[in-house]
């Protein structure tokens, strides 16, 4: 569960850096076209004052829409799309559900949620296991998915994170839904890494304060 003021962050850092490309591409265009901003702007509808913030990231709040009519008497268009960026969000009933298994926790084991990735060189990585299990000298980091999706895609996921954090034990919580049962049968292949661990027999070796196995689990 990633920390909201990290993804606050990022989002405002995203915005300032799609503004500087915007900003240098209607510049560009603009000059190329050989016309002046009042031109640019009386054909956008736009003040030439408006187009010349525009150009120099001088608006405090750019309209999506104005940003378009721009570019397309430019001769550009504006591409805007979303990706997953590793930091799903939770909601009340997930972080409930998660909390509930780590209730079960006792020394000389602690855990803590939300806990970052290593940094691997200067890159940020907003990347966080949703909970980590420490203590007798080893790490359990968990991930909770509430609903399967693409079951091929989460799997990835969770590998690209061991590979770059190599903790001692890995435990997939799966949200016990007759949906999330009906996709682990019949993608079952695709856990073929993460043995079937029993709910109970994991709760069990938490509250005796023992890390349990790698492998996934129905809560």
């Known amino acids: 569960m990633a920390s909201n003021d990290r993804l606050l962050t990022r989002g405002a850092k995203r915005a300032r850096k799609i503004r500087a490309e915007l900003a240098s591409g209607f510049r560009e265009a603009r000059l190329h076209a050989g016309i002046s901003q009042e031109e640019a702007g009386r054909r956008a509808g736009l003040s030439a004052d408006k187009v010349w913030k525009m150009e120099h990231e001088a608006l ?3 309209s999506f829409e104005d940003a378009c009519r721009l570019a397309a008497v430019l001769g550009l268009d504006v591409s805007v799309r979303t990706y ?3 930091a799903p969000i939770r909601d009340a009933g997930q972080a409930s559900r998660l909390m509930k298994l780590l209730g079960h926790v006792a ?4 855990c803590r949620t939300d806990v970052p ?5 200067e890159a940020l990585d907003l990347r966080a296991w949703d909970a ?5 000298s080893e790490r359990t980091a968990i ?3 509430s609903r399967l999706t693409d079951l091929q895609a989460t799997t990835r996921r969770h590998n690209l994170k061991r590979r770059d954090d190599l903790v001692d034990h890995f435990l997939l919580v799966i949200a016990d839904t007759r949906h999330n049962r ?3 049968a019949e993608y079952a292949d695709l856990l073929a890494d993460l043995p079937r661990l029993s709910t109970a ?3 069990a070796l938490l509250a005796a304060g023992r890390h349990p196995p790698t492998g996934w689990m129905l809560l």
């Open 107 to 110: 020394k000389p084991l602690h």
């Open 84 to 86: 997953p960026n590793g």
């Open 117 to 121: 990735l290593p940094r691997l060189g």
């Open 182 to 184: 009906r996709v682990v």
């Open 132 to 136: 980590l299990i420490t203590g007798s």
């Open 143 to 145: 991930e909770l998915e």
């Open 201 to 203: 027999a994991v709760i």
């Open 60 to 62: 405090e709040t750019l």
